[in-house]
């Protein structure tokens, strides 16, 4: 690691902590050269593949955006979205995998997403379980509505 004020190109690591629940790695630095302390972010590269082929690192922000355009005119709080993102992005990144493909993500979103707001998540899940029907829409709406039943509450 370069040390950023002198460029040296050895520093060395005075202290490393676990952040974002084990996600990341938070390191103290020392440049032995130059003497000043810096702190660094370790995290692991996610890679997410699209369909085009294309791979681009994994973005929580991205997440929480298409829901937030998904959730327009409903009732769903900052708070609820970033928790939504979190959510996923720990689903995600538990598969141990380095790349996962764009569906899998759109299909992770689903769980949390049917807690946060059933109209949104009825709306995701025509796009990525690929409804082609009112018969999927119903089918669906009936598993929700027998869902809440078992649960307890009422329609």
Request: proline share 5%; hydrophobic share 35%; charged share 30%.
């Amino acid at each position: 690691m370069h040390c950023p004020f002198c460029r040296h190109p050895d520093t060395r690591v005075i202290d490393s902590r676990s952040t974002d629940d084990g996600a990341a790695i938070r390191r103290r630095r020392s440049c032995p050269a130059c003497g000043r302390r810096f702190t660094t972010q370790e995290t692991v590269l996610l890679m997410v593949a699209k369909r085009s082929g294309v791979t681009e690192p994994f973005s929580r922000g991205k997440i929480i955006a298409g829901v937030r355009r998904a959730c327009q005119g409903r009732p769903v709080t900052e708070d609820a979205l970033a928790k939504l993102g979190q959510q996923v992005e720990e689903e995600i990144r538990g598969r141990g995998l380095a790349e996962v493909p764009a569906h899998e993500i759109g299909l992770a979103i689903l769980g949390p997403l049917r807690e946060l707001d059933e109209v949104t998540y009825l709306h995701f899940a025509s796009v990525y379980r690929g409804f082609e029907s009112l018969t999927d829409f119903e089918n669906e709406i009936a598993m929700l509505r027998a869902d809440r039943a078992r649960a307890g509450g009422a329609e």
